[in-house]
């Protein structure tokens, strides 16, 4: 500091140099900081101009994927693919759920992006550029013959709706929600088979209740209850128009008579005492085990937790779709594929969608989606399903894939409508809603509320 | 000081040597610029943009301000976090102080250390843990039910962090598990600084215990009171590890703070300019809360 340096030093003086020493340093900083630009890039990044090719190369490659944690298919289909194709290798990079959706954009944006990468939503990321755009693979392998409802909610329009468009997603397992229901104690309560109609369903839960047992077993510490929200939505909404709201397209609203008298028979059942008393206390793995240790008749869950469960409760347990409102009615269940994307910065977008084609495609790989996640393999509905043991949990599900796909009925979560609106919105409202405590108009409400502004920014 | 008995031949090498006073200082004072006053200069720059960390960011202005003072769920959890105050302060800190005073009147010998060492205890378990810990203990039939229903209390036995009137204090009391320990030893190395003649001097004048308290410890520990007040009260309003492992700000909003509010917007929401805001509010609610306590404990010193 030039103006220090002529002044006469003394004891005092000093604490004022040093002050004035940092209040320089910091104006420069904040200078410079303001200087600078605005934050961040300037829109989409050039994708890379790889030329589209279904022959996989000969040379040695290595592929990165990042996966959450608790997921092994990939290990499992990795291992498998490096078995057919010793020339490429994996490498697997895991995080919790929580933390991967959290630094997703960050990682894609990086320049070592991997080149595989679980993104359960979209976002923001294809106005941003970060994602490979596959309709070229789309064309060049002929995934015409796949299923289109299973694909539609992994395409992204030009303005950002998904549900149509490019498509920037494939599922490493395509899931389905139904209900799973302890045998043993519906027995204890008088009910001897699945229900055939809506109604059927809550007569079953009164009857359980008469009988003293919890009629479903549900919890709301992060959001599991919401299944349950989501199926009674799901029978009285139209599904193209709550699609259309999952899918952010414009003017689309949440407050629709469907979803108010699904979430009205939500409240309905919470004073009935149909939920257990400290719901909101309850996390995905205490509301599974509970259910599996014999706490509760029903219990809304999907395909993943069918393995588990056949294990832990042998035959005394049965799943089964959410029945209609009419005993012919067509079937409506939440789905969604286990969704994964191609970073546009991917430096093997070929070989990376080679594997993603032979996922859905390769007898072996698809028996191992099927073992490992007990989820529909996708692809063509023509091919023929893996093997599974008969009459086990895991054939139900895939019966019920295919039936729910005959009848057009999936729909997909409505806590992937934005990427703040399960934690934000719906899960602290469904904790007032399935305790009796907000009505279900105004849980609808409420929920909308959040979603504009989340939309608006 | 030398320089300033001899200030006119000193100047020169006093220069110098303060020059190389700063070489030192540099390394410092280079990481705290880049780790402490770089991030907030940005920290400051985000909170004026529209950006999702990654793409194209647009200048809003103050608007994200506007909405941290508008939006009823934001400021409901400010309202939290000074709830919190009461669990991460008042109570650790007058806990704190009276086991303080109660350990030093034990004889010094292995009752007393041990007495220490299990209060301390808490502190050295992560609060991550010590959440995790706790929300089992809190469950319907966990630990703290189980002795409320042994002592015929049935009646009030219930989900403690599922329940909307409990959930916060129970989170809460978390706290002051974790930091009694805290207060309590640094009183505890307090009061062993306190003049042993002053206690004597009271007692010859016929004080009790409550005298004794208030005229001497009191006033003796005035610097570790405030030292504990600054950090429990930071560690109120910026809290996020027991709330993200108890309750993650339910049920409701009923137990939701600031920091896992901003941890949602800007990495859930993507959001990056409304988490900074609000980061920049919490900032300033902090100072605004700890820089009085720090000129109250000076004050006093006079």
Redo the contacts between chains.
């Keep these: 500091m030039t103006s220090s340096?002529t002044r006469?030093?003394?004891?005092s003086q000093r604490p004022t140099v040093r002050r004035s020493v940092a209040t320089v340093?910091?104006t420069a900083?904040?200078m410079l900081?303001?200087a600078a630009c605005?934050?961040?890039?300037?829109?989409p990044a050039a994708t890379t101009d790889t030329e589209v090719s279904t022959t996989l190369t000969s040379e040695k490659v290595e592929l990165t994927i990042a996966d959450e944690t608790g997921f092994p298919v990939t290990e499992k289909l990795a291992d498998e693919f490096t078995k057919q194709h010793p020339n490429i290798t994996f490498t697997i990079n895991r995080d919790t759920f929580a933390n991967l959706?959290?630094?997703s954009?960050?990682l894609m944006?990086s320049d070592d992006a991997p080149d595989l990468i679980r993104l359960p939503t979209i976002?923001?990321t294809v106005?941003?550029?970060?994602l490979a755009n596959l309709d070229p693979y789309f064309d060049a392998y002929d995934w015409d013959t796949w299923s289109k409802s299973q694909l539609a909610p992994l395409r992204v329009s030009d303005d950002g709706v998904r549900g149509s468009g490019s498509l920037y997603q494939l599922g490493l397992g395509y899931s389905v929600t139904g209900i799973y229901m302890n045998t043993e104690l519906a027995a204890t309560a008088g009910i001897d088979a699945p229900p055939a109609t809506f109604g059927e369903l809550q007569d079953d839960f009164a009857k359980a209740k008469a009988a003293g047992l919890l009629p479903i077993m549900a919890g709301?510490?992060?959001g599991v209850v919401n299944f349950v929200v989501q199926a009674a939505m799901n029978q009285f909404a139209d599904k193209g128009e709550f699609a259309s709201w999952i899918f952010n397209e414009d003017g689309a609203t949440y407050d629709t008579p469907g979803n108010v008298k699904g979430a009205d028979l939500i409240k309905t059942w919470a004073d009935a005492g149909y939920f257990p008393?400290?719901?909101?206390?309850?996390d995905y793995a205490t509301f599974v085990s509970r259910f599996q240790g014999g706490e509760g008749v029903f219990a809304f869950n999907g395909n993943w937790a069918a393995a588990e469960t056949q294990e832990k409760m042998g035959d005394d347990v049965a799943f089964f779709l959410v029945p209609p409102v009419e005993a012919d009615g067509k079937h409506v269940a939440m789905g969604a594929a286990n969704s994964f994307s191609v970073p546009a910065k991917s430096k093997h977008i070929n070989e990376i969608v080679y594997f993603l084609n032979w996922i859905h495609t390769d007898d072996a790989a698809r028996q191992i989606v099927v073992d490992v996640t007990g989820a529909a393999p996708g692809g063509d509905p023509a091919q023929a399903m893996p093997t599974v043991k008969p009459g086990s949990l895991i054939e139900d599900a895939l019966e019920m894939s295919a039936t729910v796909g005959a009848d057009d009925g999936q729909i997909d979560f409505m806590s992937n409508a934005?990427?703040?609106i399960y934690?934000?919105a719906i899960?602290?409202?469904s904790?007032?809603l399935a305790?009796g405590?907000t009505s279900g108009q105004d849980f609808v409400t409420a929920v909308q509320k959040f979603y504009e502004q989340?939309l608006a920014? | 000081m030398s320089e300033s008995t001899h200030p006119r031949r000193a100047t020169r090498s006093a220069v110098a040597r303060r020059g190389y006073g700063w070489l030192f200082v540099v390394p410092a004072l280079a990481a705290y610029l880049l780790f402490v006053i770089y991030p907030l200069i940005l920290g400051i720059q985000y909170s004026l943009y529209k950006w999702n960390g990654v793409g194209a960011s647009e200048f809003v202005g103050l608007k994200n301000y506007l909405r941290v003072f508008s939006d009823p769920d934001l400021l409901a959890s400010i309202g939290n976090a000074f709830v919190l105050i009461a669990f991460f302060t008042i109570i650790p800190v007058s806990a704190g102080l009276f086991l303080a005073t109660l350990i030093r009147s034990i004889k010094p010998g292995p009752f007393s250390s041990a007495s220490q060492a299990i209060l301390f205890l808490p502190q050295i378990i992560p609060l991550a843990a010590a959440g995790i810990a706790w929300s089992w203990m809190y469950a319907q039939t966990g630990a703290v039910n189980q002795l409320l229903r042994a002592v015929g209390l049935d009646a009030i036995t219930r989900p403690w962090l599922g329940d909307f009137q409990t959930a916060l204090p129970a989170v809460g009391l978390i706290g002051s598990w974790v930091l009694t320990g805290l207060c309590t030893v640094l009183f505890l190395t307090g009061i062993s600084k306190i003049d042993g003649s002053l206690y004597e001097a009271v007692r010859l004048d016929g004080a009790g215990w409550f005298r004794e308290f208030f005229t001497i410890t009191i006033p003796g520990l005035r610097q570790e009171i405030a030292v504990l007040t600054t950090i429990t009260i930071i560690a109120a309003l910026s809290s996020f590890d027991i709330i993200y492992t108890t309750t993650l700000g339910g049920p409701g909003r009923s137990t939701l703070v600031p920091g896992i509010s901003i941890y949602r917007i800007g990495f859930t929401q993507s959001d990056v300019g409304l988490a900074s805001a609000f980061g920049i509010v919490l900032m300033i609610l902090v100072l605004v809360c700890v820089l009085p306590i720090q000129r109250l404990s000076k004050e006093s010193e006079r």
């Design positions: 340096r006469p030093v003394s004891g340093a910091m900083a904040a900081a303001l605005a934050p961040g890039g300037s829109g959706t959290a630094n954009p960050k944006a976002g923001d106005k941003d550029g970060l709301d510490k992060d008393s400290d719901l909101n206390a309850i934005t990427a703040g934690a934000g899960i602290p409202e904790q007032l305790t405590k989340e920014g």
